[in-house]
Nanobody
Framework: QVQLVESGGGLVQAGGSLKLSCAASGRTFGSYAMGWFRQAPGKEREFVAAISWSGGSTSYADSVKGRFTVSRDNAKNTVYLQMNSLKPEDTAVYYC????????????????????WGQGTQVTVSS
């Protein structure tokens, strides 16, 4: 079992930056692909970014490409989401997730492929 705890959310003005962190428990974190998803009020959860177990492969939603960067530090059992040039439409609860199929070369982007989820952190971008 893996427990995930997100942090770093908050209120920021449009054009600003935030860095989200997701701390994971367990000794197998370093073998899991990790994903970031978000859900805005009244909308479905959507994929934001993902990173392979080694960090060698990343993927992004078109809406955040060039503005967001996903990274990880396996020694610290932590995955990050650096968010720059934030827009009001980025407002949502952000969740990190772990795929327990170990050592996958490419991180999945479908939420159903992830097995463990954090409780989420709120990001609000004001115009």
């Amino acid at each position: 079992q893996v427990q995930l705890v997100e942090s770093g959310g908050g209120l920021v003005q449009a054009g600003g930056s935030l860095k989200l962190s997701c701390a994971a428990s367990g000794r197998t974190f370093g073998s899991y692909a990790m994903g970031w998803f978000r859900q805005a009020p009244g909308k479905e959860r959507e994929f934001v970014a993902a990173i392979s177990w080694s960090g060698g492969s990343t993927s992004y939603a078109d809406s955040v490409k060039g503005r967001f960067t996903v990274s990880r530090d396996n020694a610290k059992n932590t995955v990050y989401l650096q968010m720059n040039s934030l827009k009001p439409e980025d407002t949502a609860v952000y969740y990190c997730a772990a795929d327990k199929r170990r050592y996958r070369k490419y991180p999945p982007y479908a939420g159903v492929e992830y097995d463990y989820w954090g409780q989420g952190t709120q990001v609000t971008v004001s115009s």
